[in-house]
């Protein structure tokens, strides 16, 4: 089992700049694929990023040049660097955590990011 808590979320004017962590927790496999999915009130839940335990990134065209997904394997966390956000970035974004070689695959609770002035 696995547990993932996000952190970071919250108001930020439209240009502004947020960090997500993500810290998980449990059985960790050497091998996996951290993301950040992001589900807007009515909208399906997409992926923003997403990092492989040996640093391979994928981000949404969307957030290209904008945002950047790191991560600290020694202390199990995943990071997500927001900037120029704009008020369509406004979402709950989740922690997903994907284990190849068991199948399995874990979400956080979720935080919330809202870009308003």
């Known amino acids: 089992q696995v547990h993932l808590v996000e952190s970071g979320g919250g108001l930020v004017q439209p240009g502004g700049s947020l960090r997500l962590s993500c810290a998980a927790s449990?059985?960790?496999?050497?091998?996996?694929?951290m993301g950040w999915y992001r589900q807007a009130p009515g909208k399906e839940r997409e992926l923003v990023a997403a990092?492989?335990?040996?640093?391979?990134?994928n981000y949404a065209d969307s957030v290209k040049d904008r945002f950047t997904i790191s991560r600290d394997n020694a202390k199990n966390t995943v990071y997500l660097q927001m900037n120029s956000l704009k008020p369509e970035d406004t979402a709950v974004y989740l922690c997903?955590?994907?284990?190849?070689?068991?199948?399995?695959?874990?979400w956080g609770q979720g935080t919330l990011v809202t870009v308003s002035s």
């Open positions: 997903h955590a994907k284990f190849p070689v068991s199948g399995t695959n874990y």
């Open positions: 449990g059985r960790m496999f050497s091998i996996n694929v």
């Open positions: 990092i492989t335990s040996w640093g391979s990134t």
